[in-house]
């Protein structure tokens, strides 16, 4: 059974930084394009990075909207993809989602969704 | 960036009338659009990708098709646990991007 499984989410003040984990089990996590999206109020569901596998270089990938602020990565040793946000501002109030991405296309539709972690930024 | 713009908002309809849900895109995606369905408190589950394709498990009563800017994922005979949020989501440009949803309710 496939498992993703968000940590590290709470609350932080305007500026701040957090370290999101997602631990997964139940399928080759070195071969899969992993991903996360976040679910705000006022926008929906918003993707926010991506990291490919080992055999496309690690290649990650963000929206204007956190370039330079959040980063994406990946232990394959680990089975772990993590999301690290810095300098976040309370439109970065979320719900996180960790995501697979289904070799189907190209690993860029979803296949498999954590339940998501609730990010609150707020002074 | 490209935009997707669903409709309707919302759609109310009994058990066993057919729902059509529709997704706009501001440029042509080719068939590279996917459907997604979220009920309350879950995580969203892949219904359709490329536009037309079921992914696997997916009850033969989802539907996608259309191609370029305008698609429609159908319900053919709706079911009571059918009463969720329906996402469009396109991938063949970067950011990837969703649209707001359409809610289904069953009365």
């Known amino acids: 059974e496939v498992q993703l499984v968000e940590s590290g989410g709470g609350l932080v003040q305007p500026g701040g930084s957090l370290k999101l984990s997602c631990a997964a089990s139940?399928?080759?996590?070195?071969?899969?394009?992993m991903h996360w999206v976040r679910r705000t109020s006022g926008k929906g569901l918003e993707w926010i990075a991506r990291?490919?596998?080992?055999?496309?270089?690690?290649?990650?990938d963000y929206p204007a909207s956190v370039r330079g602020r959040f980063t994406i990565s990946r232990d394959d040793s680990k089975n772990t993809a993590y999301l690290q946000m810095n300098s976040l501002t309370t439109e970065d109030t979320a719900v996180y989602y960790c995501?697979?991405?289904?070799?189907?296309?190209?690993?860029?539709?979803?296949?498999?969704w954590g339940q998501g972690i609730l990010v609150t930024v707020s002074s | 960036e490209i935009v997707l713009t669903q409709s309707p908002g919302t759609l109310s309809l009994s058990p066993g009338e057919r729902a059509t849900l529709s997704c706009r895109a501001s440029?042509?995606?080719?068939?590279?659009l996917a459907w997604y369905q979220q009920k309350p408190g879950q995580a969203p589950r892949l219904l359709i990708y490329e536009a037309s394709s079921r992914a696997p498990g997916i009850p033969a009563r989802f539907s996608g098709s259309g191609s370029g800017t305008d698609f429609t994922l159908t319900i053919s005979s709706l079911e009571p646990e059918d009463s969720a949020v329906y996402y469009c989501q396109q991938r063949i440009s970067w950011p990837q991007a969703f649209g707001q949803g359409t809610k289904v309710e069953i009365k």
């Open positions: 995501i697979k991405g289904w070799a189907g296309c190209g690993g860029d539709c979803y296949d498999y």
């Open positions: 440029q042509s995606l080719s068939i590279y």
């Open positions: 139940g399928f080759t996590f070195s071969d899969s394009s």
């Open positions: 990291v490919k596998s080992k055999a496309h270089n690690y290649a990650t």
